[in-house]
C-alpha cells in the first residue's frame, strides 16, 4: 500500500498508460509531476489528478522524452517541489508498424529514440536522484511484443521494447554492484491495452488496425504498476492471458509464432488500401486525440469474456453433476440403459436396484422396471 504524499514522476502521463497510472497514483494521495509533450491535455490530466484526492498534486510539466536535458529538469523539478522521488514510471513510447523493409530509416531511427533513448534519459534521471537519496522505485514500461514474443509489421517497435528489458536487467546488476539494494529496477510488459496507441502509432502498412486480441483496460495495468510500486519485482507481465504466453513461446515458439503471424495477417490488419500512410506521433503531439481509452471496449470486452468464462465453468459443473448422478447400467439383454441413481439400493441385497430408466427398453411401457444391474460392489457401498 502506498502512503498518501508518495513522489511519482510519469513521462506519457496525457494519454493511455500514463495518464491511467497518474490518475490511479492521484485516488491515494500522491504528489505527481506529469511529462508529455501535449501541453493542454497535461494540464488537464493535472487537473483532474489534484481533484482525485484532498492530499494528491500534480504539476504538468511539458517536454520531450528524447531530450536529455528536459529528463534532468523533470527530476530536478520534483526535488524543487516535492524534496524528492519516490517512484519514477517510463511510460512514454510510440508504435511503428510497416514491414521492415518498408518503413523509413528515420521513423525507425526516431522510434528508437522515443522508445528506447527516451527511456533511458528517463531512467538516468530517475536513478541519479534516487541513488543519492539511497531509495526509490523506477518502472519502465516495455511490451510483450519484443520483451516476450514478436509479430510482423511490429519489428521496429518490438526491437525497441526488447532493449528495454536488457537495458532494465543491466541496471538491476549495476545497482547490486554498487550496493544500492534499495532502488529497484522494474520492467512492465502489457499485452494489448485499449489505448489510443494504435491511433498514434505511425502506419506504413496502408491497412487499418480493425481487431486486436483480447484487450486489458488502461486501468488494470494501472493497478499493477501501482502494485509494483509497492512491491517493487523485476518483471511484471499484464493483460487477459498475457502470462502465459512467455510460457507458451518457450515451449512451443514455432507454434506461438505461426498463431500470432496468422492473427496479425488475416485479424488484426485490414485489406490494403484501408489506412493512410502516416507518421503518426513520432514528430508530433498527440494533442486532441490523447485520451485513457481507445475505442477498443476493453471493459464490456472484459465483462464478455468473464462472463463466458463463468457460463463455461457452470456449463462444465452442471455436466459433472449430471453425469455424477447418472449410472451406467449393463442388462442381462445387450441393450445399454442410462439411469437415474434415485434408484434405492435394496438393503440387505446390495447388488439388488430399484430403477427408473430414462430409455424405453422395450418391455410394452415400462416406467419402473426390476433388473440386476452389474454395479460394482464397490460403487454400491460408497453410494450407501
Ligand atoms: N496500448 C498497448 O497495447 C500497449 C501494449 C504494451 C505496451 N504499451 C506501451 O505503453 C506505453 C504507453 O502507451 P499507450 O498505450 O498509453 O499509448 P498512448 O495513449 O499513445 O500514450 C503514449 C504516451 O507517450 C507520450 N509520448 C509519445 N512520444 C513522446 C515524446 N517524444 N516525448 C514525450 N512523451 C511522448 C504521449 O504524449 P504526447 O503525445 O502528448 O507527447 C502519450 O502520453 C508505451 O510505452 C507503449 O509502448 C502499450
Request: net charge positive; glycine share 10%.
Amino acid at each position: 500500500m502506498l502512503a498518501a504524499g508518495t513522489v511519482v514522476v510519469i513521462t506519457g502521463a496525457s494519454s493511455g498508460i500514463g495518464r491511467a497510472v497518474g490518475l490511479a497514483f492521484a485516488h491515494r494521495g500522491a504528489r505527481l509531476v506529469l511529462a508529455a509533450r501535449s501541453a493542454e491535455a497535461l494540464s488537464q490530466v493535472a487537473r483532474e489528478c489534484t481533484a482525485a484526492h484532498p492530499q494528491a498534486e500534480a504539476v504538468a510539466v511539458p517536454a520531450d522524452v528524447t531530450d536529455a536535458d528536459a529528463m534532468t529538469g523533470l527530476a530536478d523539478t520534483a526535488l524543487a517541489r516535492y524534496g524528492r522521488v519516490d517512484v519514477w514510471v517510463n511510460a512514454a513510447g510510440v508504435g511503428v508498424l510497416g514491414r521492415l523493409d518498408a518503413v523509413p530509416p528515420a521513423d525507425v531511427l526516431r522510434s528508437w529514440e522515443v522508445n528506447v533513448l527516451g527511456t533511458l534519459h528517463g531512467a538516468r534521471a530517475a536513478l541519479r536522484v534516487m541513488r543519492g537519496q539511497g531509495r526509490g522505485v523506477l518502472i519502465d514500461v516495455s511490451s510483450v511484443l519484443g520483451g516476450a514474443v514478436t509479430a510482423p509489421y511490429m519489428g521496429a517497435y518490438a526491437a525497441a521494447k526488447a532493449a528495454l528489458v536488457v537495458l532494465d536487467e543491466v541496471m538491476r546488476q549495476e545497482l547490486i554492484i554498487s550496493g544500492d539494494h534499495d532502488v529497484a529496477v522494474c520492467t512492465v510488459l502489457p499485452a494489448g491495452v485499449d489505448t489510443p496507441f494504435f491511433q498514434h502509432s505511425a502506419n506504413h502498412t496502408g491497412r487499418r488496425v480493425r481487431t486486436l486480441p483480447a484487450v486489458a483496460t488502461p486501468e488494470r495495468v494501472a493497478r499493477a504498476v501501482l502494485h509494483t510500486a509497492a512491491r517493487p519485482r523485476a518483471r511484471v507481465v499484464v493483460g487477459p492471458g498475457a502470462r502465459l504466453l512467455p510460457w507458451a513461446h518457450a515451449l512451443a515458439p514455432g507454434l506461438v509464432r505461426g498463431l500470432i503471424r496468422r492473427r496479425t495477417e488475416h485479424g488484426y490488419l485490414g485489406a490494403p488500401g484501408t489506412a493512410p500512410v502516416t507518421t503518426g506521433t513520432l514528430y508530433a503531439p498527440s494533442g486532441a486525440t490523447a485520451a485513457v481509452s481507445g475505442d477498443r471496449h476493453a471493459a464490456a470486452r472484459t465483462a464478455a469474456r468473464r462472463a463466458f468464462a463463468l457460463a463455461a465453468a457452470g456449463a462444465v459443473g452442471a455436466r459433472f453433476i449430471a453425469a455424477r448422478s447418472r449410472t451406467r447400467v449393463r442388462t442381462g439383454s445387450p441393450t445399454h440403459v442410462r439411469i437415474r441413481p434415485r434408484a434405492r439400493v435394496g438393503i440387505g441385497s446390495p447388488t439388488h436396484v430399484r430403477i427408473r430408466p430414462r430409455v424405453r427398453v422395450g418391455i410394452g411401457s415400462p416406467t419402473r422396471v426390476r433388473m440386476r444391474p452389474h454395479i460394482p460392489a464397490r460403487r454400491l457401498s460408497r453410494r450407501r
